[in-house]
């Protein structure tokens, strides 16, 4: 049940959140694997994008093509997906892993934290719907 527009963000950043806490198991599970590199998700620029869409701030700004060679600037009104991508600033082991415990350790609790926030918020706004129905039901 979408309540305002900015439940289909909070999904949005719900299923993202998932999607986090999926890929940093996997690294937790690899940590002895060989030659693993450790993965991650960037997503609040995407979020932050589809936040300014709901407020109207389609800013846009303009290219001038001052040669026929130039290319048009991409669209970004197509779907919204994340960047998976290899964490790179930790070092390597020997054996070629890069999966640090206490840096994924930390992330997880940071990431369980924001999911339970969001859920938190999603569940306060549809009581605020609910009370404001049954407010108007009582009325009649």
């Known amino acids: 049940m979408e309540t305002t527009k900015s439940s289909a963000i909070v999904e949005k950043a719900l299923d993202f959140r998932s999607l986090r806490q999926k890929l940093i198991s996997g690294n937790l599970a690899n940590v002895d694997t060989p030659f693993y590199r450790a993965r991650d998700i ?3 620029n995407i979020l932050a994008k589809e936040a300014d869409k709901l407020a109207g701030n389609k800013k846009q700004p303009a290219f001038a ?3 026929n ?4 600037p991409i669209s970004s009104n197509g779907a919204s997906q994340a960047e998976v991508f290899f964490r790179g600033a930790h070092p390597t082991r020997n054996d070629g892993n890069n999966v640090d415990l206490d840096v994924e350790s930390t992330e997880m609790s940071k990431n369980a934290m924001m999911y339970t926030a ?13 009370s404001v129905i049954e407010a108007s039901a009582k009325v009649q």
Not at 69 to 72: F, R
Not at 118 to 130: E, H, P, Q, R
């Open 42 to 44: 960037s997503f609040e």
């Open 65 to 67: 093509k001052t040669d």
């Open 69 to 72: 060679m130039h290319l048009d």
């Open 118 to 130: 969001l859920i938190s918020a999603k569940k306060k706004s549809t009581m605020i719907f609910k």
